[in-house]
């Protein structure tokens, strides 16, 4: 257990319908990722928040979806009109960020998400 | 960040050194070497990283060549459980994403 947690462990939705993941980070923690993994591939970087400004986002991460860190804690990530294409582990993890000198990523255990 | 290539897999028998390659040519010189490893169905997990110098700590040692285009992970004496999925990553350290590869999967064997 790294620390960083996500909920739900596992989603099951039909092709349409919105959904909306967790991830709590270590609470020291000012920096906040999102990824996607797909079966057999690498994670791949999704975007990035510190405390609570988004300051990248990939281009895999289209109009329907979108990533929140209000209070720069928790995030959530939601997507919208999911398709079967979406589905794929969601994984969340936390650094300490800019200016530190080590700033190794902790992952969750993820997000299983099935798009029917 | 620069780009890493690595073997698709490797085997290694239980309670051997299990020597992990990756090459990174272009790497810049304010590239860290970061290691990670996933274990079936679970979030990447990290293992050690460095710039220049060897390094050493619970889980492995890391030794990267002199010109800095390669690195080897090794772990001292696997065991099954060190069965994963091994991504090596180069990036500046306080970069915000990491670029995985697809890894080398390691098979630890009895």
């Known amino acids: 257990d790294t620390g960083v947690s996500q909920d739900p462990r596992h989603k099951i939705t039909k092709r349409g319908q919105n959904v909306t993941f967790r991830c709590d980070p270590i609470?020291?923690?000012?920096?906040l990722y999102w990824y996607r993994q797909t079966l057999g591939q690498g994670p791949e970087f999704l975007t990035y928040f510190q405390n609570e400004a988004q300051l990248e986002k990939s281009r895999l991460l289209s109009d329907r979806f979108s990533a929140e860190r209000p209070k720069g804690s928790f995030s959530t990530l939601e997507i919208q009109r999911t398709e079967q294409g979406d589905s794929a582990m969601y994984l969340c993890?936390?650094?300490?960020?800019?200016?530190?000198?080590?700033?190794?990523?902790?992952f969750g255990p993820g997000t299983r998400l099935t798009v029917l | 960040d620069a780009k890493t290539t690595q073997p698709p897999s490797m085997d290694c028998a239980e309670g051997r050194a299990a020597n992990l390659p990756c090459n990174h040519s272009?790497?810049?010189?304010?590239?860290?070497v970061y290691w990670y490893r996933q274990i079936h169905s679970q979030g990447p997990q990290y293992i050690i990283h460095?710039?220049?110098n060897n390094e050493t700590n619970e889980m492995a040692s890391l030794i990267i060549t002199e010109d800095r285009k390669s690195s080897t992970l090794i772990l001292p004496h696997a065991t099954l459980r060190d069965t994963a999925v091994y991504y090596c990553?180069?990036?500046?350290?306080?970069?915000?994403?990491?670029?995985f590869g697809d890894g080398t999967t390691l098979t630890v064997k009895p």
């Open positions: 460095g710039l220049k």
């Open positions: 272009t790497i810049s010189g304010n590239e860290y």
């Open positions: 993890a936390s650094s300490h960020g800019q200016g530190k000198p080590n700033n190794e990523q902790f």
């Open positions: 990553i180069v990036r500046v350290a306080d970069a915000g994403k990491s670029t």
């Open positions: 609470s020291e923690h000012n920096r």
